[in-house]
């Protein structure tokens, strides 16, 4: 019996989950057991860390992840050296979980996005792309474990936007009988998915609302010469007051008024959009604190406007349901309670779902569909023609 077979008989399958975001804080990795598949998959996170990139790698990345800096050496050697780290991840957490390799089944890797444009890009061409490097077959090599990647190409060729691909997993995970459900996910750039009530796949929608960490994340890093590269439980923020005149101008960008389904990045969110509200707030002679505040306000506000412009006049929510690292901010989180009231925002711990580890679930369970043959995009959440399976298999034979 071959290795793919063995692998697809199993009715629970052990899956390395392995996230790389766009806040670039390193790789959040998770040991899960997938037992099924379809809507009635169920997961049970086994162990869960995130491993920091060294400065030197977040730079890179960064570097790559511009059209002026992004040369083809530097990309090529890039997709191997975060191969290595990934593999290095995956090592880490089965350790970490008193596992070895041999008790791992699969591997599901997103990879480190350093380019994402699905409605055509800067060439002439005018071609949907999207780029995630960290070469699985690094990954299967070292750890000798079959590795699930690039999991949105396979959207994009279908017409897609090819992201947000949590909407899947959030309807297998989430959805309820009882409640409609707003799953947020605040990441470097944030995302929701929508689940009515008693929903089936073709009644959920998401998208991505815009920034997430990374606007915050770009401020905080001009404002103190590198010397943070966040702010930390949101402590900046909560000492200053909001500008509510750079809020409203800054979320006249046309992004955020531009109909479902659509994704985004840092390629549209990135320095040049944390840039526009410095010059906007210096101009006004706001404190450090004051812009950190109001950079807290635009996130928390685009994702609250984006409700009430796509979400509210379709379904009436019950409650919002949150999780990733944007949580630990709780200046952020508090906004988010204030501006959603009274509609509930809660952490998907509370629905069973740990907030910190579920992106790298997701991928678990994304990778564990797609070795079953199951399609899990969803083109209410993307765009895309039709449902596909998502993901290329890199196999590799116990032993190797």
């Given amino acids: 019996m071959n290795e793919l077979t ?3 008989r199993k009715r629970t399958r052990r899956v390395i989950g392995l996230m790389a975001g766009t806040s670039l804080d390193g790789i959040s990795a998770a040991v899960v057991d997938v037992t099924g598949s379809g809507p009635d998959t169920k997961a049970v996170l086994l162990e869960h860390a995130t491993f920091a990139f060294d400065p030197e790698v977040k730079a890179a990345i960064l570097k790559a992840s511009s059209p002026e800096t992004g040369t083809v050496d530097l990309l090529s050697e890039l997709n191997f050296v975060i191969g290595e780290l990934l593999a290095e991840a995956a ?6 979980s008193g596992l070895s390799m041999a008790d791992v089944d699969l591997i599901g890797s997103h990879g480190q ?3 994402h444009c699905p409605r055509g890009g800067r060439t002439g061409w005018g071609a949907a792309s999207t780029l995630q490097i960290g070469e699985p077959c690094v990954l299967a090599e070292r750890t000798g474990v079959t590795t699930v990647a690039d999991f949105r190409t396979r959207d994009v060729a279908a017409g897609g936007c090819g992201a947000p691909l949590v909407p899947y997993v959030d309807f297998v995970l989430l959805r309820s009988e009882e409640k409609s459900r707003v799953v947020l996910n605040i990441g470097g750039i944030a995302n929701i998915t929508v689940l009515p009530k008693g929903c089936a796949i073709d009644d959920v929608f998401a998208f991505d609302t815009g920034p997430g960490n990374i606007a915050i994340d770009g401020v905080v890093r001009v404002l103190t010469g ?5 702010d930390s439980e949101g402590k900046l923020a909560a000492e200053g007051s909001v500008n509510l005149g750079i809020v409203e ?3 006249g960008h046309e992004y955020f008024g531009t109909e479902p389904p659509k994704s985004t990045g840092r390629e549209m969110f990135g320095s040049e959009f944390a840039g526009l509200i410095l010059e906007k707030a210096r101009a006004l002679g706001l404190s450090q604190n004051d812009i950190a505040a109001t950079t807290t306000a ?3 506000r685009s994702i609250h406007d984006a409700c009430v412009r796509f979400v509210y006049p379709k379904v009436k929510v019950d409650e919002v349901v949150a999780s990733g690292g944007g949580t630990r901010n709780d200046t952020l989180a508090r906004m ?3 501006t959603f009231t ?3 925002v809660v952490m998907s711990d509370e629905c069973g779902v740990n907030s910190m580890a579920k992106e790298a679930i997701a991928f678990a369970v994304l990778a564990n569909e797609a070795i079953s043959g199951g399609r899990a995009n969803v083109p209410g959440a993307t765009g895309a023609r039709r449902r596909v399976i998502l993901g290329k298999i890199v196999p590799a034979a116990k032993g190797d």
Wanted: positive net charge; hydrophobic residues 45%; proline residues 7%.
């Fill in 6 to 8: 063995r692998i697809a």
């Fill in 91 to 96: 090592r880490k957490i089965v350790e970490q």
């Fill in 113 to 115: 996005t350093v380019y």
């Fill in 226 to 230: 590198g010397k943070q590269e966040f």
């Fill in 249 to 251: 101008a800054v979320l």
């Fill in 298 to 300: 635009i996130t928390a």
């Fill in 336 to 338: 988010l309670k204030d």
């Fill in 342 to 344: 009274p509609v509930p």
